[in-house]
């Protein structure tokens, strides 16, 4: 039986990346899927946190999904810290891997920077708790953002690692699923960075609760060059903040690259970027219009999460009993 699991973090705004990278995809596999998708409050505390803020961006994020399409009576979407098998199964996966695994991870060098001996130990196990959530639902699809595909390697690694030192076929080896165009949409203002909740500028990302006017101010001054688009995207090399553009435009009109360049062949990115600011408008302001009333009804995203973390406690806690049951642990 296939199950799908994916998980975002509640730190600051959703951004485009975040909904062209993984939520959209979210929605549609809800259709032919067992869907459990997870907000990852354990991960975000990897890094400081303020309490409240971090509780109302829990609720912000669920409202998110749900109006993006999530439904959440068909598809499981809960809190990961309501769920305590996800510790305890990362404790257990992080006796299994090596130093080693952890230390070619690209994302715990950025976050850490420079002062490597400062960085907390959850932001080097990070990637143990990410296995843990996949794994405790013995998830075999996992649809994530280009960004993600080292983890996630990482996350069949340690699946495998158990499998073999107890000798037993008890975790799927996960799957990631990055399809569609846009799988790492880039920053507006630099077409090296990909968009983030932690840029300080918030003229790099469009939010998904950005109302007509921002977005369109936004991607009138998102960066480009003076040529005109050309005709296929093979005429795009060495040009990062044109490819971005063109990317964000396939996947928003679910078409592909080859589409938009052969429509907008010649034209100056004026022109185009009209169009673009129409066609996000038409994609993300009924979800945030939809956000926006969502918050209005705290009591109904709240039931929503109680009663995801309920079916999820369920699933995880028989797989523990399991994972106990193979290593020797108390019954
Ligand atoms: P997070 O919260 O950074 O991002 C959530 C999802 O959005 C995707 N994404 C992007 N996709 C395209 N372009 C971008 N600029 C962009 N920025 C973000 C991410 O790839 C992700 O799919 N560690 C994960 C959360 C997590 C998780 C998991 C994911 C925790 N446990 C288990 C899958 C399975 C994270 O920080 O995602």
Partial sequence: MNRIFSGIQPTGNLHLGN???AI????????????IYCIVDLHAVTLPQDPAELRH????VTAGLVAAGIDAERCIVFAQSAVPGHSELAWLLGCLTPLGWLNRMTQFKEKAGKRRDAAGLGLYAYPVLMAADILVYQATHVPVGDDQKQHLELSRDIAGAFNRRFGVDFFPLPEP???????RVMSLRDGSQKMSKSDASD???????DDADAIALKIRKARTDPDPLPGTPEGLAGRAEAINLVGIYAALSGGTEDEVCAKYAGEMFSTFKADLVELAVSVLGPIGAEMQRLKGDPGYIDRILRDGAER??????RTLAEVHAIMGLAA
């Fill in 19 to 21: 909904y062209l990278g």
């Fill in 24 to 35: 959209r995809n979210w929605v549609g596999l809800q259709e032919s899927f067992e869907s």
């Fill in 57 to 60: 961006n829990v609720r912000e």
């Fill in 177 to 183: 699923q990055i399809f569609g165009a846009a799988t």
């Fill in 203 to 209: 003229y790099s990302r469009i939010n998904m609760t």
């Fill in 312 to 317: 999820a406690g369920a699933i995880a806690s």
